[in-house]
């Protein structure tokens, strides 16, 4: 049940409620620090949207300054991020937007997506599971429960890419790299190479290899190349 205080969320605030979601399905303490760097703002900006998220209804704030979403937050929350998703595989899919593409261009689109048209949509794509990068789509964790992070992966043993987390997505020039090098869901990859000490990684993608930071491979997972074929 929506708290009667919430109403409607701006914009701005959805694009708050989907991060902290993001965070909170991942296990991660959500603070200010942590928004102000996923969203890109200052932190006072993010103190003040905060101050008034909490006055609205949608978070809750404890003692030691975690933040954690509220029943009408997480429905918010949900809301937005399935409608997020929908459109990427709308975008994807029917109208052949380049997949590095997808999550800017559905940030444009997902505010103003009424619920009716999201079901359309829905059927349109054929109520999946995950969104063009492999990400859950609320509801449908279980989706990728058992995929392995690409830096827990075995060197030399060949998997499948199966997921591009969202963190990554918030970085257009990043996502056309990794399309660029066909580090895409569904792609045939090996870890080579891992070296700590350098912060990198070496893949063989596409027959090609290709080093990557350590925090871009922590946005990857991949499923055994056996079952993704399955």
Known sequence: MTDSRAGKPTPAVENYLAAIYIMERDGETVIGRKLADWLGVSAPTVTITVKRM??????????????????????????????????????????????SQVHEEADRIEHSLSAETAARVARVVDYPDVCPHGNPIPGHEEATADLTPLLQAKLGVEYTLARVHEEAERNSELMAFLERHHLVPGTRIRLLELMPVNETVTVESAGNEVVLGLSVARCLWVSSAEKRAA
Do not use: Y
Request: aromatic share 4%; hydrophobic share 55%.
């Open 54 to 99: 909490i006055e609205s209804g949608w978070v809750e704030m404890a003692a030691d300054k975690t933040i954690s979403l509220t029943q009408a937050g997480r429905e918010a929350a949900i809301s937005v991020i399935r409608r997020h998703m929908l459109v990427e595989l709308l975008l994807a899919r029917i109208l052949g937007v380049p997949w």
